[in-house]
């Protein structure tokens, strides 16, 4: 057993808790910092900052770092929904007919695909 590793012992510490220490300060004010400015980011994104930074760390460590500061990305929600301004809205001409019998109201879909 080497010297270090005795006096590791002896104080309680182990190396891979100094290590992750040393890892997390040096990570964690980069991504907090950046998450702030995009709080849209998730792990990926961030990890693909961090590469585009010169700072190599992969997606999983930045999920777990994210997970230490309780980051938690908000989502970005779908325009499925709204309508365009300039789109015309056309009127549904069935809405005072009483349907009655079979083959009153035929149905055709013009709609085209490649």
Not at 40 to 53: D, E, P, T
Not at 55 to 81: F, S
Request: glycine share 4%; proline share 6%.
């Amino acid at each position: 057993m080497s010297r270090r590793a005795r006096a590791r012992r002896t104080c309680g510490l182990w190396r891979s808790s100094i290590a992750r220490q040393a890892i997390c300060e040096t990570n964690l004010p980069r991504g907090n910092q950046q998450f702030l400015e995009t709080p849209w980011y998730g792990s990926r994104q961030m990890a693909r900052h961090m590469k585009r930074n010169n700072h190599a760390c992969g997606r999983h460590r930045v999920r777990r770092l994210m997970r230490l500061m309780r980051l938690v990305p908000i989502d970005q929600e779908p325009n499925t929904g709204k309508k365009h301004p300039q789109h015309k809205i056309w009127p549904y001409l069935l809405r005072n007919v009483a349907i009655d019998r079979p083959n009153q109201v035929w149905c055709a879909d013009i709609t085209l695909s490649n």
